[in-house]
């Protein structure tokens, strides 16, 4: 799950769901590089004309992509988008329908254009209406229409109007027809003329100068009968065009952005009824499932996560419990169940005729338990949480209202909340981490992680503006490139956290590298003359190194260059595994390779089905200690199972960090055995995370097999744990 939703947009697709990236299309003009988005494997035409979308980035900062009802919704209006047929949605209320288009329009900077539907809903707000062309005297004749079911109006009024709706082909009004009823109503309009005004879906056709935008029909289902009929003739002759009756029979015809999107509530919802099969096939219709508990509680999770991760947890020696992580997720599991329990039970219970229809299992009513929370956080959570659910559960409830065992509801759906709070022991876990939180030793420490990380934010701020942060430094160390390939200083310098001045020479890192890859055969790849970070570049640096050293320990970071295609093909992975251990196995054994693959390696695709996610051109870091079983950060990791590690709130999410791929493993550990002639990782096992995906479902993991000298190639099934299994942490950067 992403940190943030800017984080969306930083990776390619095996990390992320989402991502933007530019290619050449052909077009009458000759071939010229677009900017594109592809979502979920979907790719869409970013557009780059026009008004362009309504929506900003920090509307959807709470939007989740995590879950599987999302997923389809992209994907399906993704395909529809890109097909240009229109899709027809269904789904419960509050499960993201409208969301997910809002997003998919940012996305591809398109402008949404709504028509919300209703019992009411007039063909004029679709079609279109001849209004006065004097402003006051437009808003007198409308508020007069506007009575048409009250009973004021006169009978011929009403015959007119009833007129219009006579037949299949319903329609608006004509200018004689409204002179008339000006007239009938007794309306001094005085000397006007009567001009069209274009509905919803000529303006979306047109809109933009004829460009187009998106038109989403939102509750499609609620529209009356006519209404529907009407669409059908509508779009009898396709989307692109649309002939105006009403309006001399003028023609528009849709624009090169013109898209058609519905979506509608299930039927047994009040007020809908199914669709005719005529009308239906005029749609890519399309059933979403609801939001499982598991995925309603996702994505409560990556909401709070969000609005919380600028909060402290203690100020001023307060314990604000809700920016505590495991009880966050406490929370969140609590009001999920409840929810889901509660909506259960109230499935069952008999319903009063007339009686308001609603669900205890909506979304947005979770959301807001957690707002309440948040505000009116007492020294009691529990009761913060019982409070939020009798405001926002409760009190829709009648307070005379039974079940059929004649108990009083209200109580039967407090009783639930009561029982999940007691079953997952809500109170205990609770009064444990604030006796925690509130210990003298954990509060300085609190207080001087804000420090630090107050003192790494104005670092940023400063690598970003472009200053030297050489200068800041009591003593600069200057080191140049000994080859003659380039001049200068390229350094990646800055003060760590205990104010330690840090620096890596990135020529000399390039230098070692070259001399390495020669050294070992791999004449294959090349090596630049030089590398220089953009200050984007050197803040990503600064935070990987902060990251894999929390404890401070920075003497064993290291920085190696992979270069593009070192492992991209089955060949060269081979080629790679034979070059870079060989002469490990010391043995007298004839033929014994440096490395073994063991069965379940194999069924993972062996050496020519372990492909690195990473193949461009990148600068390494990570740790190459001889062991890291006494690192903190490797301690986090061992025992761990892949899932554990690289899923929801795992450390590499939590930390920012990564796994390696095999190609990277292979190549720092042969850097760590030339130098010492001694091998990493004799006692630990190590998850190779970074590889792409295949049919299997087993993940590779390397060891080093002291006793028989070789490495040894396993692999095993994601949810598979070991005391000695662990994952060396890595980031990187592109060059």
Not at 16 to 24: E, G, L, Q, T
Not at 142 to 156: A, H, M, Y
Not at 363 to 380: K, L, N, P
Request: hydrophobic letters at 35%; proline letters at 3%; aromatic letters at 8%.
């Amino acid at each position: 799950m992403p940190e943030q939703f800017g984080d969306l947009f930083e990776a390619e697709t095996a990390k992320n769901p989402v991502f933007y990236f530019d290619k050449k299309v052909k077009t009458k003009d000759g071939e010229v590089e677009r900017k594109f988005v592809s979502v979920f494997g979907v790719e869409l035409a970013v557009n780059s004309e026009g008004k362009g979308t309504q929506f900003e980035e920090d509307e959807f900062r709470d939007f989740s992509l995590d879950d599987e009802v999302t997923r389809k919704l992209l994907t399906t209006y993704a395909k529809s988008i890109k097909l240009n047929q229109p899709p027809l949605i269904e789904g419960e209320t509050d499960i993201g329908k409208s969301k997910a288009l809002e997003y998919l329009a940012f996305l591809t900077n398109n402008h949404l254009l709504y028509q919300s539907f209703s019992g009411q809903t007039d063909v004029t707000e679709l079609i279109g209406k001849y209004v006065p062309n004097i402003e006051d005297k437009r808003k007198t004749f409308e508020r007069v229409l506007s009575n048409k079911d009250r009973g004021t109006l006169k009978p011929e009024t009403v015959e007119i109007l009833r007129k219009t709706k006579e037949g299949k082909d319903i329609r608006s009004l004509t200018i004689e027809e409204c002179e008339k009823i000006a007239e009938l109503e007794g309306l001094n309009l005085g000397n006007v003329n009567w001009v069209w005004q274009d509905g919803t879906v000529p303006k979306a056709m047109k809109f933009d100068g004829g460009l187009g935008c998106w038109l989403y029909f939102d509750e499609l289902g609620a529209a009356e009968p006519q209404i529907l009929v009407k669409l059908n003739r509508i779009f009898a002759r396709g989307l692109k065009r649309l002939e105006i009756t009403e309006n001399g029979g003028r023609e528009i015809f849709g624009g090169e952005n013109f898209r058609l999107m519905a979506t509608t509530n299930p039927p047994d919802y009040a007020g809908r009824e199914p669709f005719e099969k005529d009308f239906l096939r005029r749609w890519v219709y399309q059933k979403m499932s609801r939001l499982s508990q598991s995925d309603f509680e996702r994505r409560l999770n990556f909401i709070s996560k969000n609005n919380g991760q600028d909060q402290e947890t203690i100020v001023d020696g307060e314990v604000n419990l809700l920016r505590v992580e495991s009880v966050d997720i406490l929370v969140n599991s609590v009001i999920a169940m409840f929810a889901f329990n509660a909506q259960e039970y109230w499935d069952k219970v008999p319903k009063d005729s007339g009686e308001q229809e609603f669900r205890l299992r909506d979304f947005t009513d979770a959301i807001r338990v957690r707002e309440y929370m948040e505000v009116m956080q007492g020294d009691d959570l529990v009761d913060s949480l019982t409070e939020a659910i009798d405001f926002y559960y409760l009190n829709k409830i009648d307070d005379e209202k039974k079940d059929t065992n004649s108990n009083d509801v209200k109580d039967e759906v407090l009783k639930i909340l009561n029982t999940i709070i007691d079953q997952m022991n809500f109170r205990e876990t609770i009064e444990k981490e604030k006796t925690k939180l509130l210990s003298p030793e954990l509060i300085e420490q609190q207080e001087q992680l804000e420090r630090e990380k107050t003192k790494l934010k104005n670092l940023e701020i400063e690598v970003l503006d472009g200053l030297d942060l050489n200068t800041r430094k009591k003593r600069k160390k200057k080191r140049k490139r000994k080859s003659e390939i380039t001049s200068g200083e390229n350094i990646l310098s800055f003060e760590s956290k205990s104010g330690e001045p840090l620096e890596y020479d990135l020529d000399e890192i390039l230098e070692k590298s070259e001399k390495f890859y020669e050294k070992e055969g791999i004449d294959w790849v090349e090596v630049p003359e030089s590398i220089e970070l953009d200050g984007e570049q050197r803040v990503e640096a600064i935070r990987i190194i902060e990251a894999l050293c929390p404890t401070g320990d920075y003497e064993n970071v290291t920085i190696t260059y992979i270069p593009e295609g070192l492992a991209d093909n089955e060949e060269k992975r081979r080629k790679l595994l034979e070059k870079t251990t060989e002469g490990y196995y010391t043995g007298d054994e004839e033929g014994k390779k440096d490395y073994w693959e063991s069965d379940n390696f194999k069924e993972r695709g062996g050496i020519e089905g372990i492909e690195d996610k990473e193949t461009k051109g990148r600068l390494l870091i990570t740790k190459t200690t001889k062991e890291l079983k006494d690192d903190e950060l490797f301690k986090q990791t061992l025992g761990k199972t892949a899932e554990e590690l690289m899923g929801e709130r795992g450390i590499m999410q939590e930390t920012g960090l990564r796994g390696l791929g095999l190609s990277e493993l292979l190549v720092i550990q042969r850097q760590r055995y030339n130098e010492d002639v001694e091998h990493m990782d004799e006692e630990s096992w190590i998850w190779i995370t970074e590889i792409e995906a295949t049919p299997s479902s087993l993940v590779p993991d390397v060891d080093w097999a002291s006793n028989d000298a070789q490495f040894y190639l396993h692999a095993f099934t994601p949810d598979y744990n070991f005391e000695h299994l662990g994952c060396r942490l890595a980031g990187s950067l592109k060059v």
